[in-house]
């Protein structure tokens, strides 16, 4: 089974930290995902990407940027966080239609 | 871009009562919509799919029902179980970019 491990399950960061959210599969998917989820509006997509290095915005992808050096790995960062950004993030990767998500990290920002 | 609507926001049901949870979407390319179950502090997991070339698929006590004409879905789930209390999700996707999400449906199962 395809597993993707997301580092911390709970976070909590002061406003204005740079905040990293570290995720890596282990099944060679080429496209890996970022959510935002929060009560009554699902999953919102942040950012995605599709190969090493390639990135696209998805449809609420301010206050945050992403970096994929390794095909493993997907990282969001929040530049400055802020209190708004408070909720769960999941990551997920793909290939083909057929996704798998990770356990999620909740993030705090206080 | 692609815009799915999930309903009922929540759904109590009686034990071994039917469960149906609906969704609409917008763009007529999608081709296929898979539900995701998420239990507490977990992440989202794929229970079934379909795809735009079929109209029903089943697998046990979980079935979907797809109507491309009026572009909508349908999770059905028969002789509900406690453990079948969660938050369901319904997506779309078109091929293009990544799935879409409905909102949700948080279904509680009472004993």
């Known amino acids: 089974d395809v597993k993707v491990t997301q580092s911390s399950r709970y976070l909590v960061k002061r406003t204005g930290e740079k905040v990293f959210l570290e995720c890596v599969q282990d099944?060679?998917?080429?496209?890996m995902f970022w959510y935002r989820q929060d009560p009554g509006l699902g999953l919102r997509l942040i950012y995605f990407s599709y190969d090493v290095k390639m990135k696209e915005k998805g449809d609420i992808p301010e206050g945050y940027s992403v970096s994929r050096e390794k095909k493993e790995r997907f990282s969001l960062i929040l530049e400055s966080a802020s209190t708004n950004q408070t909720s769960m993030y999941l990551c997920?990767?793909?290939?083909?239609?057929?996704?798998?998500f990770g356990s999620g990290t909740r993030l705090t920002v206080v | 871009g692609e815009n799915v609507e999930q309903h009922p926001s929540t759904l109590s049901v009686q034990e071994g009562d039917s469960a149906v949870i609906k969704c609409t979407y917008s763009d007529s390319a999608s081709n296929y919509f898979p539900w995701y179950k998420q239990e507490l502090g977990k992440g989202p997991q794929l229970i079934i799919d379909i795809r735009s070339n079929v109209g029903e698929k089943k697998d046990q006590r979980i079935a979907v029902t797809l109507n491309k004409t009026a572009k909508h879905f349908s999770l059905h789930i028969t002789e509900t179980q406690p453990e079948d209390s969660a938050v369901y999700f319904c997506a779309g996707y078109t091929g293009r970019r990544a799935l879409t999400f409905g909102s949700g449906t948080r279904l509680q199962v009472q004993p």
């Open positions: 997920a990767s793909r290939r083909d239609s057929v996704g798998t």
């Open positions: 099944m060679d998917h080429e496209n």
